[in-house]
């Protein structure tokens, strides 16, 4: 491994690192919306949107991301919709994730007891009052693991963008690899600027799991 | 004057496997400052009749009048109102467990607009009340059952309550904290003369605590009356029964020491 390639090579990753962390948080920021409201709609039983939102969860859970952005990046313009790469990145990551974070976010209010909506509703509080004080911030706790798993699984996704001619980290390695044979220093920056990115999602996460204390209920 | 009356409480519940007949008529009243006990064994309509007071559910037929309001008839801002006199306390606590013990008691206070700070004032002095006023800050997890079951207490008394209802208060603790708990709530009811329902399906609670006593069976209430009337002198089958599995727990506490 010749350490100026290396060298050479750091900005191009700099400048990939940065476009793939802007995509993946777009498309995370997406992907929590998208969950959040399936979540409601599943959750409160809501007639008819929680049958398309039971149908989303399952084509986007059950078909692979690059088959998605395929579909959006060459299917759409077929039926006179304008797409971009970026956008094309960013719509994908959201509709993959977005049944992750629902089914995340499901989980999290169906582990809430109904004893406590009947305790809160006992003290005198409204439906809305119960679910902002007493509901949604332990069902949020039980939530964040699975949550931040997908946040970490979502960044790590955004590797096939390279599949619609995105420069993310994936393309600037596989183009130096095509252009210069240089395999070793390109694969070994590819991995090192994942870590980068990957590494402290990761910490942080542990770190707010422990903080939360999310391991129990109706103490 | 009764202070809390049921009338005539039926209550079905519609399930995948049938019909429920939860409740069958169910009617008692309770004078103001008694403490009023409902014994039962599992399944026989305890739980649902405690939620009927409240209204977490709701009869299919009959009148809860407490202070001679029908509380059936309220809207829910006025039942909402309501309840916030109407304390309950649960087995198993229901603590919020990202909050610390003084934020617990606080939170019903805040929802009933009481300041902040008047809240964390008010608060304090129920927590020296239940002997906890040293926990004030200490998260749920780090308390006992019955400590935990303290705040619990606190946490209705903040609401200044004219009617407490316990549902199996003391059924996940130990003996010893259940007496501590059964005196604590005796005293509340003796210092602020509050009135309470309680329901239990331990006979102890029922002779430690209670005046009356109402013994109910399959939605029924079979026998009631006087506690030290019904049980030295039970007359229906499932009062005997009760005394029964009591006098067995008795005689194997006997053998095993």
């Given at each position: 491994?010749?350490?100026?390639?290396?060298?050479?090579?750091?900005?191009?990753?700099?400048e990939?690192?940065?476009?793939?962390?802007?995509?993946?948080?777009?498309?995370?920021?997406?992907?929590?919306?998208?969950?959040?409201?399936?979540?409601?709609?599943?959750?409160?039983?809501?007639?008819?949107?929680?049958?398309i939102?039971?149908?989303?969860?399952?084509?986007?859970?059950?078909?692979?991301?690059?088959?998605?952005?395929?579909?959006?990046?060459?299917?759409?313009?077929?039926?006179?919709?304008?797409?971009?790469?970026?956008?094309?990145?960013?719509?994908?990551?959201?509709?993959?994730?977005?049944?992750?974070m629902?089914?995340?976010?499901?989980?999290?209010?169906?582990?809430?007891?109904?004893?406590?909506?009947?305790?809160?509703?006992?003290?005198?509080?409204?439906?809305?009052?119960?679910?902002?004080?007493?509901?949604?911030?332990?069902?949020?706790?039980?939530?964040?693991?699975?949550?931040?798993?997908?946040?970490?699984?979502l960044?790590?996704?955004?590797?096939?963008?390279?599949?619609?001619?995105?420069?993310?980290?994936m393309?600037?390695?596989?183009?130096?690899?095509?252009?210069?044979?240089?395999?070793?220093?390109?694969?070994?920056?590819?991995?090192?600027?994942?870590?980068?990115?990957?590494?402290?999602?990761?910490?942080?996460g542990?770190?707010?799991?422990?903080?939360?204390?999310?391991?129990?209920?109706g103490? | 004057?009764?202070?809390?009356?049921?009338?005539?409480?039926?209550?079905?519940?519609?399930?995948?496997?049938?019909?429920?007949?939860?409740?069958?008529?169910?009617s008692?009243?309770?004078?103001?400052?008694?403490?009023?006990?409902?014994?039962?064994?599992?399944?026989?309509?305890?739980?649902?009749?405690?939620?009927?007071i409240?209204?977490?559910?709701?009869?299919?037929?009959g009148?809860?009048?407490?202070?001679?309001?029908?509380?059936?008839?309220l809207?829910?801002?006025?039942?909402?109102?309501e309840?916030?006199?109407?304390?309950?306390?649960?087995?198993?606590?229901?603590?919020?467990?990202?909050?610390?013990?003084?934020?617990?008691?606080?939170?019903?206070?805040?929802?009933?607009?009481?300041?902040?700070?008047d809240?964390?004032?008010?608060?304090?002095?129920?927590?020296?009340?239940?002997?906890?006023?040293?926990?004030?800050?200490?998260?749920?997890?780090?308390?006992?059952?019955?400590?935990?079951?303290?705040?619990?207490?606190a946490?209705?008394?903040?609401?200044?309550?004219k009617?407490?209802?316990?549902?199996?208060?003391?059924?996940?603790?130990?003996?010893?904290?259940?007496?501590?708990?059964?005196?604590?709530?005796?005293e509340i009811n003796?210092?602020?003369?509050?009135?309470?329902?309680?329901?239990?399906?331990?006979?102890?609670?029922?002779?430690?605590?209670?005046d009356?006593?109402?013994?109910?069976?399959?939605?029924?209430?079979?026998?009631?009356?006087?506690?030290?009337?019904?049980?030295?002198?039970?007359?229906?089958?499932?009062a005997?029964?009760?005394?029964?599995?009591?006098?067995?727990?008795d005689?194997?506490?006997?053998?095993?020491?």
């Amino acid at each position: 491994m010749q350490m100026e390639i290396l060298a050479q090579y750091f900005p191009l990753f700099q400048e990939a690192a940065v476009l793939t962390v802007k995509l993946g948080l777009a498309g995370i920021a997406l992907a929590l919306l998208i969950g959040v409201i399936c979540a409601a709609v599943q959750h409160f039983q809501v007639p008819v949107l929680r049958r398309i939102a039971a149908i989303y969860v399952e084509v986007s859970r059950n078909t692979p991301l690059l088959v998605q952005l395929f579909f959006i990046y060459y299917g759409l313009p077929k039926i006179g919709i304008p797409t971009n790469p970026y956008l094309c990145g960013v719509v994908g990551l959201a509709f993959l994730g977005g049944s992750y974070m629902a089914e995340a976010f499901r989980s999290g209010l169906e582990a809430v007891p109904v004893i406590q909506t009947e305790s809160a509703e006992s003290l005198g509080m409204n439906r809305a009052q119960t679910m902002r004080y007493i509901i949604f911030p332990q069902a949020l706790s039980v939530s964040v693991p699975a949550l931040i798993a997908n946040i970490i699984f979502l960044l790590k996704e955004t590797s096939v963008f390279s599949a619609v001619s995105i420069m993310d980290l994936m393309f600037t390695a596989k183009d130096l690899i095509g252009m210069h044979y240089n395999t070793t220093e390109s694969l070994f920056l590819l991995v090192i600027f994942y870590l980068m990115i990957l590494l402290p999602v990761s910490i942080a996460g542990s770190i707010l799991e422990r903080r939360l204390r999310y391991a129990g209920f109706g103490a | 004057m009764a202070f809390l009356e049921a009338e005539q409480l039926f209550k079905t519940f519609h399930t995948a496997n049938g019909d429920v007949e939860a409740l069958k008529g169910v009617s008692f009243s309770v004078k103001k400052g008694q403490i009023y006990g409902v014994i039962g064994l599992s399944g026989a309509g305890k739980s649902t009749l405690v939620r009927c007071i409240n209204l977490l559910e709701r009869p299919d037929k009959g009148r809860i009048l407490l202070e001679d309001h029908d509380m059936t008839a309220l809207t829910d801002a006025e039942l909402r109102k309501e309840r916030q006199s109407i304390g309950m306390i649960f087995q198993h606590f229901n603590l919020l467990m990202q909050r610390n013990v003084l934020d617990n008691v606080c939170l019903p206070m805040e929802i009933a607009g009481i300041s902040k700070k008047d809240a964390r004032k008010k608060a304090l002095e129920y927590l020296e009340a239940v002997g906890l006023a040293n926990k004030a800050h200490a998260f749920p997890v780090q308390l006992s059952g019955g400590q935990k079951q303290r705040v619990a207490i606190a946490r209705v008394l903040a609401g200044k309550p004219k009617l407490i209802l316990c549902d199996e208060a003391t059924s996940a603790l130990d003996p010893e904290t259940t007496g501590t708990i059964l005196h604590l709530l005796q005293e509340i009811n003796k210092k602020h003369q509050i009135t309470m329902v309680v329901i239990t399906h331990e006979m102890r609670v029922i002779e430690e605590l209670c005046d009356e006593v109402a013994v109910l069976e399959s939605g029924r209430i079979v026998e009631s009356g006087l506690v030290s009337k019904v049980f030295n002198d039970p007359q229906s089958e499932a009062a005997k029964r009760l005394l029964l599995v009591r006098q067995t727990q008795d005689i194997l506490k006997g053998t095993g020491e």
